[in-house]
């Protein structure tokens, strides 16, 4: 057995888009990105042996609050987003399970043939064991976004820290794609990212970090080896917490 590699995190919940499953397209899932992310996932569980647990947007399929502007119903809307994190964590689960990773699918709205219903402490056996737990369908509830659902079922399993995956390397003064003097902090407080207005998280998901000490790393999801490095605490991306220090 391969000698396991020190680790700083035992328990993680990483926070993937819908869109990071996009690729290069502009719609749908890309086989070859969801397949790079198993095997990320695959190296950094079986060189530390860390517990971890996924949530899944669904804007690569349907964004609710889009369909909203178009006179749709909220709440229907998020009900079909919803629907959409099903759909890429069944994509994510197929990928994992390919790659020899034992999984299981929890979903915060019941459809027993697809998921096991969301149960938190079967999730955690889940976790004890050493499954990869994909939590779908945000919190089962209209008005919350994937964000504020990672929020919660991190402090839910006890997580030590969420890692909120972007198509960036950290937390900027603006958006480094449209503005080139955008300047990255290697860590910041909760309050400075409300303060700020930075689009990390929704604020409803930073204050529920915030009011329970959760902390949040963003870091590139693209970078080879970056959930790795992060579990065995090398500095990468931007830390959020309470006093915006790296610990």
């Keep these: ?3 396991l590699q020190k680790k700083k995190y035992n328990r993680i919940l990483l926070k993937l888009s819908g869109e990071a499953l996009m690729g290069d397209r502009g719609y749908g899932i890309e086989p070859g990105t ?6 990320e996932i695959k190296t950094t569980i079986k060189s530390t042996g860390v517990q971890m647990a996924l949530v899944i947007g669904g804007g690569n399929i349907f964004r609710g609050v889009e369909a909203t502007t178009h006179g749709m119903d ?18 994510v689960q197929s990928a994992l399970e390919n790659k020899g990773i034992p999984t299981r699918v929890q979903s915060a709205i019941e459809m027993r043939e697809l998921s096991e219903p ?7 056996r889940h976790l004890e064991k050493g499954r990869v737990v994909i939590f779908a369908a945000g919190t089962g509830n209209p008005f919350f976004t994937t964000d504020t659902a990672a929020a919660l079922r ?4 006890d997580a030590d820290v969420i890692c909120k995956a ?3 390397d950290g937390v900027y003064t603006s958006d480094p794609v ?4 955008a300047k990255k902090f290697d860590s910041i407080t909760y309050l400075e990212v409300i303060k700020k207005g930075l689009k990390v998280m ?3 998901a930073i204050t529920l970090c915030m009011d329970n000490n959760m902390p949040i790393v963003v870091f590139n999801l693209k970078g080879k080896g970056n959930i790795k490095a992060l579990v065995e605490g090398k500095k990468v991306g931007t830390r959020i917490g309470t006093d915006g220090k790296r610990d």
Aim: charged content about 25%; cysteine-free; aromatic content about 6%.
């Design 202 to 204: 929704d604020s409803t």
């Design 1 to 3: 057995m391969a000698r």
């Design 34 to 39: 969801i397949d790079f992310i198993a095997g």
């Design 166 to 168: 972007t198509k960036v």
């Design 74 to 91: 909220r709440a229907s809307a998020d009900y079909m987003g919803m629907l959409a994190t099903v759909i890429n964590a069944l994509a």
């Design 154 to 157: 991190a402090m839910e399993i």
């Design 178 to 181: 449209k503005d080139r003097t």
């Design 118 to 124: 969301y149960i938190r402490r079967r999730a955690v």
